[in-house]
C-alpha cells in the first residue's frame, strides 16, 4: 500500500515552512487557489517541496513549482512523486 500526501499536511507544511499571511485562513477551502494569491512566492513552495523530499525521500526538482501552482495541484504533484518512487 502506497502511501498518499494530503492537504492537511500540506497546510501544516505551509505554516511550519512558510508562515501563514494575518488574512489568509488556510484551513478554509483553499484547493483551488494558486500560491501567490495565499501569499506564497516560488521561494515558499520550493521550501515546501524541499521538506517533503528530506521528509519521504522522494525526489522533488527545483521545476515542480511550474507545476504545483495551486494547493491541489501540489498535492497531485507530490503524489505522483510517491507512486515514482514507490513510496
Known sequence: MSQKFTLDELRELMQACAG???DID???D???IEF???GYDSLAVLEVASHVQRKYSVPMPDECVD???T???AVE???EQF???GV
Request: glycine letters at 0%; a negative charge.
Open 20 to 22: 501563514v499571511e494575518d
Open 26 to 28: 488556510l484551513s478554509a
Open 30 to 32: 483553499i484547493d483551488d
Open 36 to 38: 501567490e494569491e495565499l
Open 67 to 69: 507545476y504545483m501552482k
Open 71 to 73: 494547493p491541489r495541484l
Open 77 to 79: 504533484y507530490i503524489n
Open 83 to 85: 507512486a515514482k518512487a
